[in-house]
């Protein structure tokens, strides 16, 4: 399969099955769009013809391309057939049983009310909790007890608003790190915040012992104040970024995100990065909202569009500022087109209800921290392990040749499937598809793929 596409100013070709990617001329770029459906003679026809009128083009010149555009073929580096299907769900059944990460739920709670929070305000659809050391405690010693040979693992400390459960959090960290040379395991630890409870304890504690902080921020001032309010119905902005632009500064160049969260207000949300790049932030994610269909906040279809436009300025502008010497990271644009995940990893797509798992403040498991609160997909509890094998069977079955409309995505090998948890929320399946997340990929892909070449290309 090929993907072709033009961006950039650059004629790009993807050849989905062997990874190649080419940037061609104008002549190559279409030979290789009619190479597998017309005849050798036609193609040379009709190209002498497109280009009769360019001095620079030769008949010669189009035959030249077509024999290295038949080399490449030969080679295995254009219209390489899908010789993979037979290794779906092969890394999968290999490390069955294995837990590799845990997102503890550290409090079902949170002080603020934004309307679109996808676990309604913290609490999952269920009650108000925190989690106690007890049960953290137990869900540590849970995934050291399913984690194999695994010597890394990965914990993210969740909600809600953890730092609502602040003395637990350090708590947790501390038995972590009381353990984990006895058994020859390391902990990371990453924490998500909205920030409000950031103080110089938290600062100095984040710094020291997560490996990853993810901090909430929407962009501009008046997008995030009308969504992340206070339960009296004030936003957030001005307590939060201080303390963000703080804590950022202390840890010294260790692994942070801001990470936004763009709706129907604010489609256009390039200037949302514009502003946390001039608040001095440059470790950047912004992610389309995940709502109810029907939800005031929702994309539309004219959002989708106005979007799509936005992640190409948005690559520019990464371009831009990269050839100026003030590059910035954007999390969906972070590819490695030398390597990447295996080809196991690929096809077999996310571990979620498998290596990874959702712990809520009583103990339950779930698959991701999407699914907590849906009862047919809970899977057990750190007591008595995984009991719904039946539920998590669902989840080792999921990759990209389990969804009919990922046979024929150029894009399948880089979003190996997409997210169960958006599928199943847009088609009550977890081997569904969400369309416009689907949309959304793919363009942002493309933008990633040109980024990377230009970039290579100086």
Not at 11 to 34: M, Q, T
Not at 162 to 169: A, D, G, K, T
Not at 239 to 246: A, G, Y
Not at 326 to 335: A, D, E, K, V
Request: net charge negative.
């Amino acid at each position: 399969m090929i993907h072709q596409y033009k961006l950039g100013g650059l004629n790009i070709v993807l050849d989905v099955c062997s990874g190649a990617i080419h940037v061609v001329d104008e002549v190559a770029y279409d030979i290789i769009e009619k190479y597998e459906s017309e005849s050798r003679e036609n193609i040379i026809n009709e190209l002498k013809e497109k280009y009769s009128s360019r001095e620079d083009i030769t008949e010669g010149d189009i035959e030249e391309c077509y024999a290295q555009v038949t080399s490449l073929r030969d080679a295995g580096k254009l219209f390489a057939p899908d010789t993979f299907e037979p290794m779906a769900g092969k890394l999968k059944e290999k490390t069955a049983g294995v837990v590799k990460a845990l997102c503890l739920h550290i409090a079902h709670t949170c002080n603020l009310n934004c309307s679109y929070c996808f676990a309604s305000q913290g609490k999952y659809h269920g009650e108000r909790a925190v989690m106690s050391f007890e049960v953290g405690k137990r869900a540590l010693d849970f995934l050291i007890e399913n984690s194999g040979t695994r010597r890394n693992l990965e914990v993210d400390f969740f909600g809600g608003e953890p730092l609502m459960n602040f003395e637990v959090v350090k708590q947790l960290v501390a038995y972590a790190r009381e353990v984990e040379g006895k058994y020859n395991k390391n902990f990371r630890f990453t924490l998500t915040t909205n920030g409000v409870l950031i103080d110089d304890d938290v600062i100095d504690f984040a710094n020291r012992e997560m490996s990853n902080v993810v901090l909430s921020l929407d962009g501009r001032k008046e997008i995030h104040d009308e969504f992340r309010v206070d339960y009296a119905g004030n936003g957030s902005f001005d307590k939060i970024v201080p303390k963000f632009q703080k804590l950022v500064e202390a840890r010294g160049g260790k692994e942070y995100y801001m990470r936004g969260t763009f709706t129907h207000r604010n489609p256009d949300f390039l200037e949302d990065i514009k502003v946390m790049l001039d608040l001095g932030f440059n470790e950047l994610s912004m992610e389309p909202v995940v709502c109810a269909p029907g939800d005031p906040a929702e994309l539309t279809e004219s959002d989708m569009e106005i979007v799509k436009e936005q992640y190409e300025k948005l690559a520019m502008l990464m371009l831009e500022r990269e050839r100026e010497g003030r590059p910035f990271t954007f999390y969906h644009y972070m590819i490695d087109l030398t390597g990447g995940p295996c080809i196991y990893k690929r096809i077999s797509g996310c571990g979620s209800g498998t290596e990874y798992m959702a712990v809520t403040p009583w103990g339950d498991l779930y698959p991701c921290h999407q699914f907590v609160g849906e009862e047919k997909y809970k899977l057990g509890d750190i007591y008595n392990g995984v009991t719904n094998k039946a539920a998590q069977c669902e989840f080792a079955e999921c990759n990209v040749y389990s969804r009919e409309e990922c046979r024929d995505c150029w894009a399948r090998l880089y979003c190996s499937g997409g997210c169960a948890a958006n599928a199943f929320h847009a088609t009550g399946s977890v081997k569904g598809i969400y369309k416009k997340g689907c949309e959304l990929f793919k363009k942002r892909m493309e933008c990633a793929i040109m980024l990377a070449i230009a970039k290579q290309l100086g």
